[in-house]
Structures are given as C-alpha cells and as structure tokens.
C-alpha cells in the first residue's frame, strides 16, 4: 500500500504532519482526560459527557458548512490557523474556571467544535493539493505512523501530570504547544489552488447521484461516525471506571497506541487485494468476538481485550478507509472544483452517525447506567462490523 520508493515528502507535508501531532495532543487533553476529569467532578457523567460531544460535533458539522466558501475561494492557510484561536480560548477557559468547567461543557463543547472545523477542512484541501495520488499512501502512514507514536508518549505523560500536579496546571502546558502551532503557521506555503467557483451543495448532490461509489462512502462514513465516534469516548469511560486513576489512564493509553503504531507498520506490507480481505476479514471475526465475550462477562480482561481489537483491528480498518477517501477527493468522480464540498458532505455524514451515537449514549445517562452501557457496546460493534464489511467489498478492490 505505502510505497517507499518514492520521493520523499515535502516541507509543507512535514510540516502538516508536526501540526497533527500537537493536535493528537490537544485531542487527548480536551478528549479522553477531559471526560475523565468529567467523570470525577459531574453527578452524572454520562449526560455531561454526552452533552459535550454532541455540542462539539455539532459546531463542528456546522463549521464545515459555514467555513466552506471562504476556504474554497481564498487562503486555507488563514483558515487552518485561525483554527487555533478557539483553541486557545477553550485552554484559557480551563485555567480561568478550573473545576468550575465542567458546568460550562456546552461553550467548551462549540468552541473546541469550532476548532476543528477551521483546522480540519482546510487540512484536508491542503493535503488533497500537496500530495500527489503516488505520495498519498506514503503520507498516510508517515501521518498515522507518528500520530500513534505520539499516542504512546503523550498519555503516559498527561496522565502523570494530571495525577501529580491538576487538570487545570496541564492547559498552560497545552498553551505553550499552541503558541509554538502560531509560529509555524507562518511557515506554510500557501494553498496553490483556489477556486473562482462559489461552493455549490446542490451540484455535488448532483455528482453523488452519477456515482454509486459516492453514495456507498457516505453511508459507510454515516457508520463509522456512530462506530468509531462514540467507541473511543465509551472506551475512555470503561478504563476510568474500571481503573480509576488518569495515571492508569494514560499508560493504558500508551500500552494500545503501541499496538496501533504495529498495525501501521505491518499495513506498509500489504499490496494484493486477496489480501486486504482476508484482512478485513479477520478484524472483523475479531470485533464480534470480542464484543460476544465482553458483553457476556464484563471483566477488566475482557475489557482489556477488547482494547486490543480496537487499537489493532479497528485501526486497521481505519487506516484502509482514510486512504481510500483521500484518494477518491483526487478520482474522477470528485473534480478539483469539488473537493470542499466533497468534504463537507462527509462530515455531515460523519456527524449524522456521531449525533445518531451520543443521542443514544444520552438516553443511557438518564435512563440506564454502566450495566446498560455494555449492550450498547453491541450496537457500537454491529455498526462497525457492518461498516468493515463495506470497506471489505467496496474498497479494498481499489487497492494496489
């Protein structure tokens, strides 16, 4: 899949590879120790966390919409630093508040949602114009690559901090990382390609009606928004229920980040399509299974089994569908004038299967608790099987 013979990666590419580090970070901060710093301090955990994803993914969704004009017409650049400006508000937020944030999860919810629209759209259309179809499978796993590796150094690290020192001590940390993030904002080339064309919805609406292969991404991106967008938060609740500490949070974190930086070296090997789906295959069988015994013995064992599966199968799964959609922005099916919507749309279907997850995840907060939590845990795996099951059949054909 990666091919390493070719040339290597450019300034800009390295460039926006540092930035998904300290993105990776921030992620962990306002993702994972957020909702256990959550989980400490609210009465009900589940709702506050609940709330707060649906709040970020939603600014997030409408970000993509009302963000893709400008990005499509003038300077990604501008767009993808500005990016940093809520960022910095939803740190100083936390370090003004301290353990008062946890009533505010819904401003700190859009803001961060905010956030990622202005950083990842305009990614994405950078990465589209920067890297070639032959370079896209090299950046893909030089990016995951690092960001896994970033994964093992950075919750062991968080963690003992937070442990030691507060939630709230580790955000000047995390804003020093943003200011460095300003800098080398400067040292990006601009986008070389802008468009004279308004965005125009109505007309890819149009594009995915003469293509099927369209219309089948979006549905599996429906799935993998409600699979992989609610298992990493459902997760992170198990292990601060089960094992209490962020110490404990982080080095499990670290332990199964290790696990996903071997998976994506082992995906550098793979170049038949025979055996990308007896690959798929098996990450498959290897969901069901785990979920079955966890489901029917919720033990710290099973859990950490199924932790495995995620940071190995899962991710590889992951990994298939990223390079997929990348490359696909760059087919005949998506012209260069249709890239931003292109992209738009698939967060919108990202956010459907998300909003679909944590209205879902919500309802167990009022009604149920952790003895319910694990039987959504089935719904969670059957989406995700599915969904692995569309990647077996729909792109793993397209690979070489």
């Known amino acids: 899949m990666f091919n390493m013979t070719s040339k290597k990666l450019t300034r800009d590419l390295y460039l926006l590879i540092a930035f998904g580090v300290f993105r990776t970070i921030t992620d962990l901060f306002l993702g994972a120790f957020f909702i256990s710093f959550i989980m400490h301090l609210s009465s009900n955990e589940i709702i506050s966390i609940s709330t707060y994803k649906l709040f970020e993914y939603s600014a997030t969704c409408a970000g993509f919409f009302l963000f893709a004009n400008w990005i499509k017409r003038h300077n990604k650049v501008a767009a993808f630093g500005l990016s940093l400006l809520p960022k910095i508000i939803v740190l100083l937020s936390i370090i003004i508040l301290g353990d008062r944030a946890v009533q505010y999860v819904i401003p700190l919810g859009l803001l961060y949602g905010i956030s990622a629209a202005l950083y990842h759209l305009p990614r994405h259309a950078m990465t589209t ?40 001590e580790m955000a000047y940390v995390l804003l020093f990382f943003t200011f460095i993030e300003v800098g080398l904002v400067f040292l990006l080339a601009p986008s ?34 409600f699979g992989l967008g609610l298992l990493g938060t459902v997760i992170t609740m ?20 290790l696990c996903s930086v071997a998976t994506c070296w082992l995906l550098r090997y793979i170049h038949k399509n025979k055996t990308y789906r007896i690959a798929l295959f098996a990450c498959i069988v290897a969901v069901l299974l785990s979920m079955l015994m966890f489901v029917c013995r919720t033990t710290p064992v099973t859990f950490l089994l199924y ?38 749309f698939r967060d919108f279907a990202l956010f459907i ?11 167990i907060g009022v009604f149920g608790g952790y003895d319910w939590l694990r039987w959504y845990l089935i719904v969670i795996s059957i989406a995700l099987i599915t969904w692995g099951t569309f990647n077996m059949r729909l792109f793993s054909t397209n690979k070489k």
């Open 129 to 168: 114009d920067k890297v070639s179809s032959s370079k896209m499978g090299r950046f893909v796993g030089t990016n995951n690559a690092i960001g896994y590796f970033a994964k093992i150094v950075a919750p062991v690290v968080l963690g003992c901090f937070i442990d030691t020192a507060s939630y709230t």
């Open 192 to 225: 070389r390609h802008r468009s004279n064309t308004p965005i125009d919805f109505v007309g890819f609406y149009r594009c995915m009606a003469r293509f099927p292969i369209i219309r089948k991404m979006f549905f599996m991106e429906i799935l993998r928004g």
């Open 238 to 257: 198990y292990t601060v229920y089960m094992f209490k500490t962020d110490l404990n949070l982080g080095i499990l974190t670290t332990v199964f980040s």
């Open 307 to 344: 932790n495995f599966i995620y940071a190995t199968a899962i991710v590889f799964m992951d990994q298939v569908n990223n390079t997929s959609i990348y490359r696909l922005s760059k087919s005949r099916c998506v012209t260069h004038n249709t890239r931003i919507e292109y992209f738009v």
């Open 353 to 363: 299967g998300r909003w679909i997850g944590f209205t879902g995840l919500m309802y």
